[in-house]
C-alpha cells in the first residue's frame, strides 16, 4: 500500500505559481497512479490532474495550459506545477491512489491560498 504526504501550499498573488510535492513511501509507487484532488470550502472534492504509471498525463479542463503534473519515481514523489493562479484555484489539494481515493482515505493535504 501506498503512503501519501502533501507539501508546497502556501499563499500567492493571481497570476503566481506554486509546485506541489506528495511523497510516497511504499515499493509499488513506481506502478501506481496519482492523482491530485482539491477542495474548496462548501465544494466538493474535485480531480485536478492524473499521472499514470507510464508517464501519461489527463487535466480537468480548468486547469489545462498552467498545471503540470510530473513524477520522479527515483523520490517516489509526484509533483504538481501550478501556472497563472487564479483566485478560484485557491483550494486544499490532495494526492492520491485511485485506490485510496475509493477507500475514501485522505491525507491532511496542503492548502493553496490564491489572492486577487
Known amino acids: 500500500q501506498v503512503q501519501l504526504v502533501e507539501s508546497g501550499g502556501g499563499l500567492v498573488q493571481a497570476g503566481g505559481s506554486l509546485r506541489l510535492s506528495c511523497a510516497a513511501s511504499g515499493s509499488i509507487f513506481s506502478r501506481s497512479a496519482i492523482f491530485w484532488y482539491r477542495q474548496a470550502p462548501g465544494n466538493q472534492r474535485e480531480l485536478v490532474a492524473r499521472i499514470y504509471s507510464d508517464g501519461s498525463t489527463s487535466y480537468v479542463d480548468s486547469v489545462k495550459g498552467r498545471f503540470t503534473i510530473s513524477r520522479d519515481n527515483a523520490k517516489n514523489t509526484v509533483y504538481l506545477q501550478m501556472n497563472s493562479l487564479k483566485a478560484e484555484d485557491t483550494a486544499v489539494y490532495y494526492c492520491?491512489?485511485?485506490?485510496?481515493?475509493?477507500?475514501?482515505?485522505w491525507g491532511q493535504g496542503t492548502q493553496v491560498t490564491v489572492s486577487s
Open positions: 492520491n491512489t485511485p485506490f485510496g481515493a475509493l477507500s475514501n482515505n
